[in-house]
């Protein structure tokens, strides 16, 4: 249900203005013209326009009569909109009254009035059955707004992307045919209109702004902002002859709030599904959900995926989060479309297929390395797991997270790892997490060795691991430690002289081994 009030608010003042309205705001279902000699009388609910009523009588006629039938709202123009008497028979009568601004046209304010009922009515279908509220009327409503201004309109968003476009774009220019074909604002047409001023007078929040034809052919052009509570939404462009009378510019303006309802819908309903796809994913990823069910909803396909866990700067911060929607954004247009993905925990997470097509892993990995925040900093790593069928990515995502932990602790180099890659650390690690657990490094002569190397800063604990991983090539754990190979002998006597050893022993070669592995991959 729409009230009359709704429909006053939505059409904006220029248009409408509401001289009185009953309470609560009656509901309305249709928009008639009483024509005189009409014999068909207003409906419940009907929004009548008082065509070519020409006095005071008919006026108040007219009111009576609607309001015997339930109607919602009679719309004058002036002067007999603004006559007391008309107002005082509306008031008696316990029916809306609504002065049309003068200059507009009838056909005009029927159109506009039923794109906004047929919006609403929309809006309730597609909830219901789970579409998209907005997309089903815009390009109505684009129809609608050039009838206004009588001139074909197209309906942008912030980036100059297309959203929807009215009809008569046959009789603009190659400019705006470009735009329509290419669903957003050319290059070099943008630059032109940028190095007009064109974009800073949208930011600062003109009403209007026209310019000037070019030399080109390009014709003139009559914009308006799309805000809603302050915040740019987009922008209206028209393709006009030469400048536009002000109470038509300014009846153009006036669809604006229109539009920015219709655009804040269509960024709810997106970001409700949005959500929900997120939402599944991250069952997916537990193992909550049936794979049919993320083939059916998440448009996956039916073969080996990986999970990609990605860590940015901020974590679980309001910046972290826009740090990863905007890595999202990088790595869609990196590999050409936007890949599954879902936060969670202050990471990221993505489900790439295991091939070399588009979106799969080697595409998404060379998109990652051309991130700035991956070459030039250390904020931002990225890890995969194994690929597998879509009822085991727990086990990817498992997989993914342990060896971003590597990365994290500085174990493996680069920013970017794939579990496949690196299994030698990754059995070290696990080794080595064991051994911590089973407390090893609590045995034998390696506390007397630490507590060495803290009282006398020596480095006894890291000349035995080079030691023991190069057996019988000094210069090998030599090159490792970046000393000469008499230092790494030096040492190793010093270390026997303060623990009795016997390294030609292989257990206790490997003994020390395994202790010093919990030590440093632990």
């Not at 929309?122 to 001139?151: C, H, I, K, Q, Y």
């Not at 303060?498 to 919990?518: E, G, K």
């Amino acid at each position: 249900m729409v009230s009359v009030r709704s429909v006053v608010d939505r059409v904006g003042p220029t248009l409408l203005h509401a001289l009185y309205l009953p309470e609560p705001s009656p509901a309305v279902a249709d928009v008639v013209i009483a024509e005189p000699g009409s014999p068909a009388p207003p409906s419940a609910g009907d929004l009548v326009l008082a065509v070519a009523v020409a006095d005071v009588a008919g006026a108040t006629e007219l009111i009576r009569a609607s309001a015997a039938n339930e109607a919602a709202a009679v719309l004058f123009k002036p002067p007999l909109a603004a006559k007391p008497s008309v107002r005082r028979a509306a008031q008696r009568a316990g029916i809306g009254l609504i002065r049309v601004h003068a200059a507009t046209s009838w056909a005009q304010l029927v159109w506009l009035l039923r794109t906004v009922l047929d919006a609403i009515a929309d809006e309730s279908d597609t909830l219901e059955n789970g579409g998209d509220p907005a997309a089903s009327d815009l390009f109505r409503l684009a129809d609608a707004v050039a009838s206004v201004v009588d001139a074909p309109v197209t309906i942008e968003d912030t980036n100059s992307r297309v959203l929807a476009y009215s009809a008569r774009q046959d009789i603009t220019d190659p400019a705006r045919v470009a735009t329509i074909m290419g669903r957003r604002i050319p290059d070099d047409v943008l630059a032109r209109f940028r190095s007009r001023g064109v974009f800073r007078e949208l930011s600062r929040g003109r009403q209007t702004i026209f310019v000037p034809g070019q030399q080109d052919g390009t014709l003139p052009r009559l914009i308006v902002p799309i805000r809603m509570g302050g915040e740019l939404l987009g922008s209206m462009w028209a393709v006009v002859p030469g400048p536009v009378p002000d109470e038509r510019a300014a009846a153009f303006a006036d669809t604006a709030p229109v539009v920015a309802l219709h655009l804040l819908r269509r960024r709810a309903h997106a970001d409700v599904q949005r959500r929900a796809s997120a939402e599944l994913l991250r069952a997916l990823l537990r193992g909550d959900v049936s794979p049919r069910k993320a083939v059916a909803e998440l448009d996956l396909t039916d073969e080996p995926h990986h999970v990609v866990a990605i860590e940015t700067p901020g974590g679980e911060t309001i910046d972290g989060e826009g740090l990863r929607l905007a890595l999202l954004e990088r790595i869609s247009q990196g590999i050409g479309r936007r890949p599954v993905a879902a936060e969670d925990g202050g990471l990221l997470y993505a489900v790439v297929p295991d091939n070399n097509g588009p979106g799969g892993w080697p595409q998404m990995r060379a998109a990652l390395g051309e991130v700035p925040a991956v070459r030039n900093t250390g904020g931002l790593r990225a890890a995969a797991g194994g690929a597998y069928d879509l009822a085991e990515l727990p086990r990817s995502r498992a997989e993914a997270e342990e060896t971003l932990g590597l990365l994290r602790a500085g174990l493996l180099p680069g920013r970017v790892a794939s579990f496949d890659e690196v299994w030698t650390a990754l059995a070290l690690h696990r080794v080595a997490t064991a051994a911590s657990l089973a407390r090893v490094t609590e045995l034998g002569p390696l506390a007397t060795i630490r507590a060495s190397d803290a009282a006398n800063a020596t480095d006894y604990i890291a000349t035995l691991y080079e030691w023991l991983r190069h057996p019988g090539d000094p210069r090998a754990a030599a090159q490792a430690l970046r000393i000469h190979p008499n230092t790494l002998r030096y040492r190793v006597r010093k270390l026997l002289d303060l623990v009795p050893l016997d390294l030609d022993d292989p257990d206790t070669r490997l003994a020390l081994l395994t202790q010093l592995v919990a030590l440093r991959w632990s």
